[in-house]
């Protein structure tokens, strides 16, 4: 395999099959590796894959790609023992094109993906781990592969390995990731029948819709539980930071077990089969724990450079994006013949300038959260203590019911400390 390509493609997630997607797509020589036995079969994901960002790499990709169900109600649920307050937003207008999201089971996903960027003229290489970046004269030319004669050169190579990034590693882009820059994610895939999932979760044929909840489905620590419909199953899990769950000695399947015998989530997945259990990291240390993302012949893409936003759920499409910016650059560097650093950083520069940089500066702080366990310990059972009292029709007069609420938010805490605490959390999210 010592052949020479314009760029090799490590790992066929949705970062890595952008990147060569586009690249072909403009008539480079790409070679894609990826060590699963086809792509996705190794990844995990809750499973919402946004329309804009796919789009701007395959216009309705929807007509023919395998997608479960359009996204059509989002709900936030804040759970405690037993009660919780759910918001959301249900909208009928994402039931139809051009859409806004969709759940997706990523091992048809993948496959079906990375299959129209070999339609685009990419070399797929499956079953086939890239064990080390070749590196000459401070430029990286190319991979070393395991398999005999495994050698592949290349003008660029991207790195789409993922969030535990061994070559990023290797490189010195980044060190160990540390226990509050990553969460641990834990899900099931339960089968269901179509007719049930719509009946239990108020849908039409063809609808889909998402729980997110925080509070007990993660035991407190700093992260969420998911909920999603696809057409005939629900993925259910679990994701929290991993220094939380050291913190409180606990394992992620202890949490998914919880979150799944609770008596509010219990009668939405009654009766369904398990077929799949899946584990993964989540890259969650946000804008500061972005590692260097360009060298010389080199350039680091979607989970492998940490792009996800946490608290909206968003990693596919930061991959996409990330993905397909990188792909802008190297067709721009293979009309100049340069693939230095200087000329790759316009890259990082994109994607700093893009929604990514943007959104994951403005969250840059959001490991208070993390830090602070009264908000999701105490405050939040404290507001479905509140809520109680607020929808208990007793006599109560409704002032004294007021103060009673209040006294319910401030019960262990001082009202400055609270008040304190709330601005803190105020400034996070703004
Ligand atoms: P990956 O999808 O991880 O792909 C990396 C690929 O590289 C893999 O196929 C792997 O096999 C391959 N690889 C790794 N090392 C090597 C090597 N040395 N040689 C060859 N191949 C290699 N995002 C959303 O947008 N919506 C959601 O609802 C959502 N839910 C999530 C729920 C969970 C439980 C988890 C874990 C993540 C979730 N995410 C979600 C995040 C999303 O899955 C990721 O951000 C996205 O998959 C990143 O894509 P990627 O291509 O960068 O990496």
């Known amino acids: 395999m010592s052949e020479k390509f314009d760029v090799i493609v490590v790992g066929a997630g949705p970062a890595g099959t952008s990147c060569a997607y586009e690249c072909a797509k403009a008539g480079l020589n790409v070679i894609q590796i990826e060590r699963g036995e086809y792509p996705g079969a190794k990844n995990v994901m809750g499973g919402v894959l946004y329309r804009k960002q796919m789009e701007d790499i395959i216009p309705e990709f929807w007509k023919e790609a395998p997608v479960e169900r359009p996204v059509i109600e989002q709900r936030l649920m804040m759970l405690d023992?037993?009660?919780?307050?759910?918001?959301?937003?249900?909208?009928?207008?994402?039931?139809?094109e051009p859409y806004n999201a969709f759940t997706v089971l990523r091992s048809k996903f993948d496959q079906w993906f990375a299959s129209k960027a070999v339609e685009q003229g990419s070399l797929l290489i499956t079953e086939t781990v890239v064990l080390e970046?070749?590196?000459?004269?401070?430029?990286?030319?190319?991979?070393?592969?395991?398999?005999?004669?495994?050698?592949?050169?290349?003008?660029?190579?991207v790195l789409a390995d993922g969030v535990n990034s061994l070559l990023g590693k290797?490189?010195?882009?980044?060190?160990?990731?540390?226990?509050?820059?990553?969460?641990?994610?834990?899900?099931?895939?339960?089968n269901l029948p179509a007719e049930r999932i719509e009946e239990r979760f108020n849908l039409e044929p063809n609808q889909g819709c998402t729980y997110e909840i925080f509070g007990d489905g993660t035991n407190g620590i700093l992260g969420t539980a998911f909920i999603y419909t696809n057409k005939e199953s629900?993925?259910?899990?679990?994701?929290?930071?991993?220094?939380?769950m050291i913190r409180e000695r606990l394992r992620p399947h202890d949490l998914l077990d919880r979150l799944k015998s609770h008596p509010l989530i219990r009668p939405l997945i009654k009766g369904g089969e398990p077929q799949e259990y899946l584990a993964h990291l989540i890259p969650e240390g946000g804008f500061r724990s972005i590692p260097k993302i360009v060298g010389n012949g080199v350039l680091v893409v979607g989970d492998a450079a940490q792009f996800v936003n946490g608290v909206h759920r968003e990693g596919s499409n930061m991959a996409m994006t990330s993905g397909r910016l990188a792909a802008e650059t190297i067709i721009m560097a293979k009309e100049a013949g340069d693939f230095s650093e200087n000329m790759l950083d316009s890259y990082r520069i994109k994607v700093l300038d893009s929604f990514i940089g943007k959104d994951l500066k403005k969250y840059e702080d959001i490991h208070l959260f993390e830090k602070n366990p009264q908000y999701f310990k105490e405050y939040l059972p404290a507001l479905n203590r509140a809520a109680s009292e607020f929808f208990t029709v007793d006599g109560t007069p409704k002032k004294e019911k007021q103060k009673k609420m209040l006294q319910l938010m401030t019960q262990s805490k001082s009202k400055l400390k609270v008040i304190n605490d709330l601005y803190k959390a105020w400034r996070v999210m703004k």
Do not use: C, W
């Not at 290797?170 to 339960?190: C, N, S, Y």
């Open 170 to 190: 290797q490189l010195g882009f980044h060190k160990e990731l540390r226990p509050d820059e990553v969460a641990l994610a834990v899900m099931e895939v339960i």
């Open 133 to 157: 970046v070749i590196v000459e004269d401070g430029r990286v030319i190319g991979v070393r592969t395991d398999r005999p004669d495994g050698d592949v050169y290349a003008d660029v190579v």
């Open 234 to 244: 629900i993925n259910i899990g679990v994701g929290a930071m991993l220094s939380g």
């Open 81 to 96: 023992k037993e009660s919780a307050i759910t918001i959301g937003y249900k909208g009928l207008e994402f039931a139809r």
